[in-house]
């Protein structure tokens, strides 16, 4: 366009007087979004359409934006105006576009009111500007937003972008901030936007409604002919949802269940698969992100989870390795030792396990081993023989166990094969073989076959020995003591604490009585010197209680204290011995006793016999002000033998007589006071040795 300085001086000007140009002014693009446009005016009618009626008045009305101070009117370049030909009341678009020399385009239907009038003028305006204006309507529009654009049903057009932001931020918070109601499987959980990771993006919003500037056509193009209705955009903290999501699924999800395949009764039994249930997390997510904002309420229906093996997986599985697994008994060598397992038997050593959704055959270590343990003897580990009663009372060899070394993976590996296969059931296991210390045929070559002595002493009622005296019975039942060996109390009862299965009792302690641990054992060990004493065997180590107690036989008793007193004997035999013992507990109103019976092939008839009582000696009174203080009256002590005989089976003649002199000390007499206040005391010593009472 060029300006009426520029024009030639021969050019004719034909525009008629009466057509002026019409007056536009540039576009402010700072113009605050709350100022209201200015009603155009109306503008000049043009006569250079040869065709329009003389009488017609056209009018056409134009953007007037105009400011307080407008800039000089510009010189026309041509006879149409600033806008061209336009489109009169008598004279549509298409034939003003076609009077000026321009391709005719299809109508645009009207707009009601002055914002359609000016649609379609700046419609017309348009097709000038592409041809040599379209820059200076782009910088016209500037980075307002579309005049009748709107965001989430808030008004936001020919707003600059900041001021539209503020605009959506005040009149959507609340929505934006309200919060929603989750419905799964017909529990409610009310969730705010910030929990699941849901906001508005202002920012974001105005742009999808055409704020900023551009050059773009179709943003020019929006601008001027209105804009659209657009929804607000969603930023999604997807850390956030997820996470949230997953929650509301853990609360409702069911896990599905695999079938599977059980082994019971030597039968391959099928365990039903069963369906799960829970959200699909994806959907539920999108769910979450549609309602927002403005929704109050969404429901997510969980949906079924079907198990990786179904009901006909299980079918197939018994009809294949099932039935192959239990046709029949499997058979594990050792070396030249087998072991035989029945179906039944292993049972609970075969399953069918879950791997990649398939169903595999499995080994279950600990009960086939435990088979394989009950055969043999177990790893390195092999089992002497020993002996058991009979119900007549009667010793019987229980026959050893070789031991057997083997790898465990090597035994489970040799098992699948053989129970996989249906033809041959057996496999080899590389295994050593150890032969147990005592085997079975030594075993019967000791002899032990009959009772050889058996000896009960009782004890009145007191807890301490119930527990005492049966644990020290209990580690004492089924030693075996072979032809030279010697028996060792204190090694194979062990020391008395708490550990060891012993309590507090009385025993004997400087010539008086204390509580300690182990109280009452020595009632044991007078139970087996005596056992011992009968069945002949050498008396290598024993020591009498200090002083005398009247529930024990005179002269034949032992006392024993942890590192200081053993009770020892050794089997000078041919034969071995087995000792066995057994404990009744004692109660308010009856006596508890022990029992100690050898079991070996009789040796020696042994008779017995005591002297008299003699060289006494008077006991004296303790006054003592300790806190263990017991006070109790005193005996006499003295001294007295004890003869031992031996004559072989069945005979008179006497082979060997043996004296066992015991002294007692006196027990002294105690008397119990309160200590001085000077916490001075006083106490007294004694004779004698000490020992578990």
């Not at 499995?362 to 043999?376: E, F, Q």
């Not at 008086?512 to 009968?534: H, K, P, R, W, Y």
């Not at 024993?560 to 020892?568: E, F, K, M, P, Q």
């Not at 309160?674 to 004694?686: F, I, L, Q, V, W």
Request: glycine share 10%.
């Amino acid at each position: 366009m060029t300006s009426p300085d520029d024009r030639p001086d021969d050019r004719p000007d034909d525009r008629p007087d009466d057509v002026q140009p019409t007056d536009v002014e540039p576009t402010d693009p700072e113009r605050d979004a709350s100022q209201p446009a200015v009603e155009p005016e109306p503008a000049a009618a043009t006569d250079a359409e040869p065709d329009a009626e003389p009488d017609a008045d056209p009018e056409t009305e134009v953007l007037d934006t105009a400011e307080p101070d407008p800039e000089p009117e510009p010189e026309p370049a041509d006879d149409t105006g600033f806008f061209g030909s336009v489109a009169t009341e008598d004279a549509p678009p298409a034939a003003a576009a076609a009077a000026a020399g321009t391709p005719a385009k299809a109508p645009k239907p009207a707009r009601s009111g002055p914002g359609g009038k000016v649609a379609l003028l700046t419609v017309l305006a348009l097709v000038v500007l592409v041809g040599g204006g379209y820059a200076a309507a782009a910088l016209a529009a500037g980075d307002r937003l579309p005049q009748d654009a709107t965001v989430a049903g808030v008004e936001v057009g020919g707003l600059i972008p900041s001021a539209a932001e503020t605009r959506l931020e005040e009149a959507l918070s609340e929505t934006a901030s309200a919060p929603i109601d989750v419905v799964v499987d017909g529990t409610t959980t009310t969730l705010t936007p910030g929990e699941l990771g849901l906001s508005i993006d202002y920012a974001a919003s105005v742009a999808a409604a055409g704020g900023g500037r551009s050059f773009d056509p179709r943003r020019v193009w929006d601008w001027y002919t209105g804009g659209d209705e657009t929804d607000a955009v969603v930023a999604v903290d997807e850390d956030a949802l997820a996470a949230t999501v997953e929650r509301l699924a853990a609360d409702v999800a069911v896990a599905p269940v695999d079938g599977g395949v059980e082994f019971r009764r030597g039968r391959a039994v099928a365990v039903a698969a069963q369906d799960g249930s829970g959200l699909d997390v994806e959907d539920a997510a999108a769910a979450l992100v549609a309602v927002y904002p403005g929704g109050d309420e969404v429901t997510l229906d969980p949906v079924d989870v079907e198990p990786a093996v179904s009901d006909a997986d299980v079918a197939d599985a018994i009809a294949g390795f099932g039935a192959t697994a239990t046709s029949g008994p499997v058979v594990l060598r050792f070396g030249g030792n087998p072991v035989r397992l029945t179906t039944r038997q292993f049972d609970d050593a075969l399953r069918m396990t879950v791997e990649d959704g398939a169903l595999v055959p499995s080994v279950r270590r600990k009960p086939l081993l435990a088979l394989v343990d009950g055969a043999t003897a177990g790893a390195d580990a092999p089992v002497d023989a020993t002996f058991r009663l009979t119900s007549d009372g009667e010793p019987r060899v229980v026959p050893a166990k070789p031991g057997v070394t083997y790898r465990p993976a090597a035994v489970t590996s040799a098992f699948l094969t053989a129970v996989s296969s249906d033809e041959d059931r057996t496999a080899r296991v590389r295994a050593k073989v150890a032969e147990p210390e005592l085997t079975t045929k030594e075993a019967r070559a000791l002899g032990v076959v009959e009772e050889v002595s058996s000896f009960t002493t009782e004890w009145p009622h007191a807890d301490y020995r119930n527990t005492n005296i049966g644990r020290a019975a209990e580690l004492v039942d089924g030693t075996l003591l072979l032809p030279g060996e010697t028996f060792s109390m204190n090694d194979i009862v062990g020391e008395r604490t708490r550990e060891n299965g012993f309590t507090e009792g009385f025993i004997i302690s400087n010539g008086i009585l204390v509580e300690d641990l182990g109280g009452g054992v020595s009632q044991m060990a007078t139970t087996l010197f005596n056992a011992m004493f009968f069945a002949g065997l050498e008396d290598v180590e024993h020591k009498p209680h200090s002083f005398y107690i009247s529930r024990y036989p005179i002269g034949r008793e032992a006392t024993v204290v942890w590192g200081a007193l053993d009770l020892r004997f050794r089997n000078n035999t041919d034969h071995g011995v087995w000792v066995r013992s057994s404990t009744t507990p004692s109660t308010p109103s009856s006596s508890g006793s022990v029992t100690v019976t050898m079991y070996s092939t009789k040796t020696w008839d042994i008779t017995t016999s005591t002297s008299e009582r003699y060289d006494y000696t008077a006991p004296t009174t303790r006054t003592l002000t300790t806190d263990d203080c017991y006070a109790y009256t005193g005996s006499q002590g003295f001294s007295i033998d004890v003869y031992r005989y031996f004559r072989e089976p069945g005979q008179d003649e006497l082979v060997d007589t043996e004296t066992f002199h015991t002294v007692y000390t006196p027990q002294d007499s105690v008397v119990c006071e309160a200590p001085p206040s000077d916490n001075g005391g006083n106490g007294g010593g004694g004779n004698g040795g000490g020992g578990n009472n």
